[in-house]
């Protein structure tokens, strides 16, 4: 638990560094592509604002000289805006910068930028809130609105980190608190949240807090993709963390699909969000295959070793192919970045030819394979159960057969080689990723090497065409949903009171102080319940009563000592050690009906992000931990404690 005192304690430190540690972003290259990205982002806006403008003008008016400089007008911001969105794409395109310097060559990965934002308001919308509905003293909660401000100041520019990943966790199960505490079904903050789409910076703006969450997570996602491209992948550990980073950016980015609906931006919507999640995983995938080349080296003669290679790479072909085809159908294919497409079309060629080399090399090089292993052979190469007939010709077993097939299997890696050579050439953005063309054309000059090898000069009979290798892998990554109960924090407001009677969902008043003198039989009620402590009962006739006490109050000040947050045990010991004086008590009593009148957005939440505070990783200070559901109050504890919980009568002298 983090203690009721945490702004003067070890956890403002914790805070005060995770803000401190995302100012280097800035310094760094990928700092300057973000900056760019962001001046980009305020141009297109700008020039959206002018577009809308004379559209209304041109439809409003009737004149038609007017008209005709309008429909110029907007023709010259038309083809500003594109120009700005083609250079925008080159950003996103631009699948080298992410790489890091590495003595091996590894295929560039695909990350994706982060959504942009504008600067944030929180203090008149939280400071109404404060002052009008829970009644308290603005001014002193000056601190708690700042550093939320700071908060969310501080994730717009995240490092490429542990540090970048933890700072956003923290600002969403924060906004998991204020969510919790302020926004009603009915009622929201009243701020406008403003966000650029990450593919293709047109600007996009919601008053639902969930937007903001969605936002978040989205960018969550988009983080660990630039942490897993980023990897040096020659080494085992570098493909393990970016196994990792891409499983967990699929994750976020099928929460996000699962639970966010009618999204204002196109990155946000189902069909991108499924395309994202389907390239994270093919990504992840193709990780998978480059550790299992860095493992052990691979002897050309070992035959079922080469083979495996051989279905892992066809499994890293098939789910780019699949990226592809998603990434090809509308409305996917009008707003990814062109340079994506032809990466993955790329990869998608680059590995079923690399499926070929390996099956070449198996049969080519390989060693005689034992009758018992051939059922496992035609498995691969012919895609049959292990326990049908072979539905085709057997897999030969004479060498100058191996040969043959073997060079014919090398016929179709070079010519997919080729494919791709072509593809890469054919987009000017990847055509400046030197590492690309480097990968591609090493691997066509071996093939081409291997295949010299085999190409005999008397050998006129034409190769039949190779079989299709089937894809299978010994590890399928699946996505893995964010960690969010990994990054410990404590709401900011936690001073307002538990959420569940302190929050916008609830209406109350305050009574008191309220003197109650001990009488021969105690204070007359009885307590029960943990922050707040409720009082179960109260004695007709008795003190408590006399002083206008009721059953179902709850106790928020002993003797002027505020006591939201005290356990049972605690308000106990604070009332055994009142003498004949007697007490002073402030209390709540909650109001029936429903939620406080007004006017919100409706639109769709992310209900089902917010159901377990578990995973969530809130951490409520003081004794009690708040529960992430909207609970409505004394009833529902007083349901509680007939299925057991303990009734404290008030103490006796």
Excluded at 419 to 432: D, F, K, Q, S
Excluded at 434 to 453: F, I, M, N, P, T
Excluded at 484 to 492: L, P, T, Y
Excluded at 575 to 596: A, F, K, M, W, Y
């Amino acid at each position: 638990m983090v203690p009721e005192g945490r702004p003067d304690g070890a956890g403002a430190g914790e805070e005060s560094a995770r803000l401190q540690g995302c100012d280097l972003l800035a310094n760094s290259q990928h700092g300057c592509l973000q900056s760019r990205r962001a001046q980009i982002h305020q141009q297109i806006n700008r020039e959206l604002r002018m577009r809308t403008g004379a559209e209304n003008l041109y439809r409003a008016t009737s004149n038609a000289r007017v008209r005709e400089t309008v429909a110029l007008e907007l023709s010259y911001v038309n083809s500003s805006l594109q120009l700005l969105k083609e250079e925008l794409e080159g950003l996103d395109g631009n699948v080298d910068a992410d790489q890091p310097p590495s003595e091996g060559i590894t295929v560039p990965m695909i990350p994706l930028g982060l959504k942009e934002t504008k600067q944030l308001d929180w203090a008149t919308p939280l400071k109404e809130l404060i002052s009008g509905h829970f009644g308290e003293d603005t001014a002193s909660y000056e601190a708690e609105i700042r550093e939320l401000e700071d908060l969310r100041q501080a994730m717009r520019t995240p490092s490429r980190s542990e540090a970048g990943l933890e700072l956003l966790t923290a600002y969403y199960n924060q906004l998991c608190f204020q969510e919790a505490r302020f926004v009603t079904p009915a009622r929201s903050l009243g701020l406008l949240f403003h966000w650029y789409d990450s593919l293709t910076g047109v600007p996009a703006q919601q008053r639902a807090l969930a937007f903001e969450k969605g936002s978040v997570l989205f960018n969550i996602g988009a983080l660990h993709t630039q942490i897993g491209a980023r990897q040096d992948r020659s080494c085992p550990e570098g493909t393990s963390c970016a196994v990792e980073a891409f499983q967990r950016a699929a994750g976020a980015f099928s929460l996000l699909r699962e639970n966010f609906s009618h999204a204002p931006s196109p990155d946000m919507s189902p069909a991108s969000l499924s395309m994202l999640e389907q390239l994270m995983t093919a990504q992840a995938q193709e990780c998978v295959f480059e550790g299992l080349l860095l493992q052990a080296p691979v002897a050309p003669h070992d035959c079922l070793a080469q083979l495996h290679l051989a279905q892992e790479a066809a499994q890293v072909a098939a789910e780019y192919r699949l990226v592809h085809q998603t990434m090809a159908q509308p409305p996917v294919r009008d707003y990814v970045p062109f340079p994506w497409t032809t990466l993955v079309h790329v990869k998608a060629e680059y590995f079923r030819a690399l499926a070929h080399y390996h099956a070449a090399l198996a049969l080519c090089d390989g060693a005689p394979v034992a009758e018992a292993e051939l059922p496992a052979l035609e498995q691969i190469f012919l895609g049959l159960p292990a326990s049908s007939e072979p539905r085709g010709p057997a897999l030969p077993q004479e060498q100058e057969d191996r040969r043959k097939l073997g060079k014919a299997h090398l016929k179709r890696a070079i010519l997919g080689q080729e494919e791709a050579l072509r593809l890469h050439a054919v987009c000017r953005a990847l055509r400046r990723v030197d590492l690309l063309q480097v990968v591609l054309a090493q691997a066509l000059r071996r093939s081409l090497a291997k295949y010299s090898e085999l190409d005999l000069e008397d050998d006129f009979c034409e190769a039949a065409e190779a079989p299709d290798v089937r894809p299978k892998t010994q590890r399928r990554p699946e996505g893995r949903a964010p960690s969010f109960s990994r990054v410990k924090v404590a709401d900011i407001f936690h001073r307002l009171g538990p959420l569940s009677v302190f929050s916008a969902k609830n209406r109350w008043r305050l009574a008191g102080p309220i003197h109650v003198a001990r009488g021969e039989g105690g204070f007359g009620f009885t307590l029960r319940g943990d922050a707040p402590v409720l009082i179960a009962a109260v004695v007709p006739g008795g003190r408590a009563a006399a002083a206008g006490l009721k059953e179902g109050d709850y106790i928020v000040s002993v003797n002027g000592q505020p006591c939201r947050w005290w356990r049972h045990a605690d308000v106990v010991a604070q009332l055994r050690g009142v003498g004949g004086e007697g007490v002073s008590l402030q209390v709540v009593t909650l109001l029936p009906g429903t939620e406080p009148p007004g006017s919100g957005d409706r639109r769709p939440a992310l209900g089902a992000l917010l159901r377990s505070q578990k995973e969530r990783g809130r951490e409520t200070p003081g004794p009690a931990q708040a529960s992430p559901r909207p609970l409505l109050g004394w009833n529902r504890k007083a349901k509680r404690g007939k299925a057991g919980r303990r009734l404290s009568p008030a103490p006796h002298p």
